[in-house]
């Protein structure tokens, strides 16, 4: 399976939208968990947001990052 962080990336999105997760729950589970793992073995920070519709994860090395293309 393919990393989710390339390499030398200092900010990534995930960006899901829960209709989605709900009908691939197993994979979205699987993508949301792989992404957090890698991201935590780089030293990397993570941040949740959700509204009605998305599901996001954001992953940075730098905690003001976190923000970074978010709306």
């Keep these: 399976m393919e990393p ?3 390499s030398g ?3 990534v999105h995930s960006h899901m939208y829960k209709s989605w997760i709900r009908e691939n729950s197993e994979l979205a589970l699987e993508r949301a968990e792989k992404l957090c793992r890698e991201a935590l073995a780089l030293g990397m920070k ?3 947001y959700e509204d009605d519709n998305y599901f996001d994860i954001v992953v940075a090395y730098n905690e003001s990052d976190l923000n970074r293309g978010l709306a």
Excluded: G, K, N, R
Aim: aromatic share 12%.
């Design 46 to 48: 993570l941040s949740y």
């Design 9 to 11: 990336a200092s900010v």
């Design 4 to 6: 989710s962080i390339i």
